[in-house]
C-alpha cells in the first residue's frame, strides 16, 4: 500500500444510511405525482397539478443524491488490499439480484410476450441507458435507467481511485469546481447543441435533450468524481465545518430554485452545491459522533431498505393505479390513503428484496470462501483496488 492522503481509520457514516432513505422516497412521491402516465390519483384537478409541481423535481434531486452519495460512500471506505475483481463482485452482487427480480416481475405483471427484445434485453444487461430512445432507456421498470450509470461509476472506479488520492489536498477544491463545471457545460451543450427531435413526454424538452442531458450514463460521471472529490475533502478536515440543518434547509432553497429555472437547468445544477453540502455536514457529523436524527433506529432500518424501494416503487405504483384502479382519480382524502399504501406496499418489498435477496446472496457470494492463491503483479484485476490508476 502506498502512502495515501487518506487517514487509515474512517468512522462509520449511519446518517448517511439514513439519508439514503429520504432520497429515495422523494423518487417515489416523483413518479406518484405524474399525470402524463396517470400515477396521480387525485380527482381535482388544482391538488392534482399542485401534487404534480410540488414534487416534480423531486426525482431529479433524489437521484442526483444517489450520484453524488456513491463516489463519497465508494471513496471514504476503500480498503488498502482491496483488489479490483474483488471490488467488481460485491458491486455487481449489489445490484444485479434486486434489479433481475424487479425486471422479472415487471415482465410478468406488464409485459408478458409483447415486449420486444431490443427493450427487454438491454433492460436486463442495464446498458438501456445508453440509447437514446425512450422506449428503451424509459422501458420496462423506469427507475432502472439509473444502475446502467452506477454499473459505469462501480467499472471505472478502480481507474480513478488512484489519481484521485493522488491530488494534493490544495487542489482538491479546484477539481471539485471543475466537476461542477463540467455539469453545466453539458446542460448548456444540451441546450443549444442537442439535434431536433420530438418532445420527451411529461417534459419542456426533445427526446434527444433529455436523453443526453440526463440519461445517458458518461455525462453522470461527473457528479460521481464530484462524490469522490468530496470524500477527500472531508477526510482531510479540509471541508467546512457546516451544520446539518442549514445544509438541509440549503437544500430546500437549491429545490425552490430548480422549479423556477429553465427545465435542463433544473435537472442537476441547481441542487448540486447543496446536495454536496448535505452529504458532507452529514458525513462530518457522524466522524466527530454529533448525533441526529438520521442515526435513529428507524432510519437506519428504512435505509437499509432504501435500494429495494427505489426499485420496487414504480412497479407498485403502476400494479395499483393500472391493474387494481384502472387509472380513477379521488377525492383529495382518497388519494392520500392511495398515495399512503402505495408507499406502505412499496416500502415492504423493498424490505423483502433486502432479507430475501441482497442479504443472502451478499453473504454467500461477495467474498471467497477461501483464501485464494496470491496472483502474480502483473495481473491487474488482483492488483490492490487503492493502486489502480
Keep these: 500500500m502506498p502512502s495515501s492522503p487518506m487517514p487509515p481509520a474512517r468512522p462509520k457514516l449511519p446518517s448517511l444510511t439514513g439519508l439514503r432513505f429520504i432520497a429515495a422516497a422523494l423518487v417515489f412521491f416523483f413518479h406518484a405525482s405524474l399525470v402524463f402516465i396517470s400515477m396521480n390519483p387525485f380527482a381535482d384537478e388544482g391538488v392534482a397539478d399542485g401534487f404534480r409541481w410540488l414534487f416534480s423535481k423531486a426525482g431529479w434531486m433524489g437521484v442526483s443524491f444517489f450520484f453524488v452519495l456513491s463516489g463519497f460512500v465508494l471513496t471514504w471506505s476503500a480498503k488498502p488490499g482491496d483488489t479490483v475483481t474483488g471490488f467488481w463482485r460485491r458491486r455487481l452482487l449489489k445490484i444485479f439480484p434486486n434489479h433481475i427480480v424487479t425486471w422479472a416481475a415487471t ?25 437514446p430512445d425512450p422506449a428503451v432507456h424509459m422501458g420496462l421498470n423506469t427507475p432502472a435507467w439509473s444502475l446502467c450509470s452506477e454499473l459505469l461509476f462501480y467499472l471505472l472506479f478502480p481507474l480513478l481511485i488512484g489519481p484521485v488520492l493522488r491530488i494534493r489536498e490544495r487542489a482538491l477544491w479546484g477539481w471539485a469546481a471543475a466537476m461542477a463545471g463540467c455539469m453545466a457545460a453539458v446542460q448548456l451543450a444540451t441546450d443549444f447543441l442537442a439535434p431536433a427531435s420530438p418532445p420527451a413526454p411529461g417534459t419542456d424538452v426533445t427526446v434527444w435533450q433529455f436523453w443526453f442531458g440526463y440519461n445517458f450514463p458518461p455525462m453522470r460521471m ?39 429555472v429553465p427545465f435542463l437547468y433544473g435537472l442537476t445544477l441547481t441542487n448540486i452545491v447543496p446536495i454536496s453540502l448535505l452529504i458532507c455536514a452529514v458525513a462530518r457529523a457522524d466522524a466527530d459522533g454529533t448525533p441526529t436524527v438520521l442515526r435513529s433506529r428507524t432510519m437506519q432500518w428504512l435505509g437499509e431498505a432504501s435500494f429495494g424501494f427505489y426499485l420496487v416503487q414504480q412497479i407498485v405504483l403502476s400494479f395499483i393505479r393500472t391493474t387494481l384502479m384502472d387509472h380513477r382519480t379521488y377525492s383529495v382524502p382518497v388519494g392520500i390513503a392511495v398515495i399512503a399504501a402505495e408507499f406502505a406496499a412499496s416500502l415492504v418489498l423493498g424490505r423483502l428484496l433486502l432479507v ?22 502483473e495481473a491487474p484485476s488482483q492488483r490492490p483496488l487503492t493502486h489502480a490508476s
Design 107 to 131: 415482465i410478468v405483471l406488464f409485459a408478458g410476450t409483447a415486449v420486444p427484445v431490443q427493450v427487454w434485453l438491454p433492460n436486463l444487461f442495464l446498458i438501456q441507458s445508453w440509447f
Design 222 to 260: 461527473f457528479e460521481f468524481v464530484l462524490g469522490m472529490l468530496l470524500a477527500r475533502l472531508v477526510l482531510a478536515g479540509a471541508f467546512p465545518r457546516v451544520r446539518v440543518l442549514p445544509a438541509a434547509l440549503l437544500c430546500v432553497a437549491g429545490y425552490a430554485a430548480a422549479l423556477e
Design 356 to 377: 430475501c435477496v441482497e442479504r443472502p446472496l451478499m453473504q454467500r457470494w461477495a467474498r471467497p470462501r477461501r483464501k485464494q492463491p496470491a496472483a502474480p503483479a
